[in-house]
């Protein structure tokens, strides 16, 4: 119960009563068994082409009753090490510079724990070594050259993160930024509009068979991004947000729109006051266009970029809701699902 001074007051004797038999209210509170889950339940917020190839790994981990956060990262991995796929991982698009630097965070509802790493450089799984500065550290985040050396130390392998399709895609870039520079286009000239900018980043969310919470994001950033520039997916509380007693959230999308909202956390909590994990998407897109720029409005009131958010709650319910249409898969056990997101636009 909250009490004021006058609410306390004008109970008198009564409210003190009332007060001093609350811990034991509590203490009764806090001995009921906790919410269950349903089910095991994997979230990719990928579509077709990477729904299944994520979500399958990760189920065979929670399908024997294995641990939320092995699957979670299990499915991350996967994109992380394929460079076919260029916003994650091995093969991401650079930064300005032509450098691919990465951003990553892990959470586990069940040991109270993040971690996560940005702007690391030459390792393919940062949502590994997230996971490892949660476990090896008593720190949340490690950045730049000090997550380099910190995955060093733990026996991660080095490699050259920029691949031939990537390098290409920035020369690209670099030639057609401006006409009033040394670097040359190709021979047809045409120098490409700013707008667009290549985005991509992997949200994956599980609540396993004990019920135990779990969730990653994991991304290469903006492409063409100044050096150093960390988007919302390392934050804690914005890229991705667990909570084992309500359910998990995360994003994918323009990053600092995201973060002016803690997004990840405010979705977790609007689950925590009773909704459903899609609403709970949905409120925080409403509040995400509320602290939005003019100048990421288009004159017909809609924004000039994509976020979408996804959850999942305690008992295995997900959902998902974005500014503009798109899709994400689940696997609950009973099959792949390739689900719609609900949108604020058309």
């Not at 300005?96 to 040991?111: F, I, N, P, T, Y």
């Not at 390392?234 to 909202?261: F, K, L, Q, W």
Request: proline fraction near 6%; charged fraction near 25%; aromatic fraction near 6%.
């Amino acid at each position: 119960m909250n009490w004021t001074r006058r609410s306390f007051l004008g109970r008198g004797m009564a409210g003190v009563f009332a007060a001093m038999a609350a811990p034991r209210a509590a203490d009764a509170q806090a001995s009921r068994p906790p919410v269950t889950a349903r089910g095991a339940v994997v979230l990719c917020s990928r579509g077709e082409r990477w729904g299944r190839p994520v979500n399958a790994p990760a189920w065979q981990i929670l399908a024997v009753g294995g641990d939320g956060l092995d699957a979670v990262i299990a499915g991350a991995n996967v994109v992380e090490l394929d460079p076919e796929d260029q916003s994650v991982g091995y093969g991401g698009l650079p930064n300005e510079e032509g450098v691919v630097q990465l951003d990553a965070s892990v959470m586990s509802g069940r040991l109270r724990k993040s971690g996560a790493v940005a702007a690391l450089e030459r390792i393919k799984t940062p949502s590994s070594v997230a996971r490892r500065v949660l476990e090896r550290t008593d720190h949340v985040m490690l950045v730049g050259e000090g997550a380099l050396r910190f995955a060093r130390a733990h026996g991660f392998e080095e490699a050259n993160l920029l691949t031939e399709a990537s390098r290409l895609r920035w020369l690209k870039w670099k030639e057609n930024l401006s006409p009033d520079d040394d670097w040359l286009p190709p021979a047809d000239g045409v120098y490409r509009d700013k707008d667009g900018r290549p985005t991509g980043t992997i949200n994956v969310l599980a609540v396993d068979a004990k019920g135990d919470v779990s969730g990653t994001t994991t991304t290469s950033g903006l492409a063409w991004k100044i050096p150093g520039r960390a988007g919302d997916s390392p934050i804690i509380g914005a890229g991705e947000y667990t909570d084992n007693e309500i359910g998990a959230a995360g994003s994918t999308g323009r990053g600092e729109s995201n973060m002016m909202v803690c997004g990840g956390f405010l979705t977790v909590e609007h689950m925590r006051r009773g909704m459903k994990p899609t609403d709970a998407c949905l409120e925080t897109l409403k509040r995400v266009m509320a602290l939005t720029p003019p100048q990421l409005i288009q004159p017909d009131g809609r924004p000039k970029f994509q976020l979408t958010f996804y959850a999942v709650n305690k008992k295995g319910d997900a959902g998902a809701a974005s500014l503009f249409p798109g899709n994400y898969a689940t696997y609950d056990g009973t099959g792949a699902v390739l689900r719609d997101t609900a949108h604020l636009y058309e």
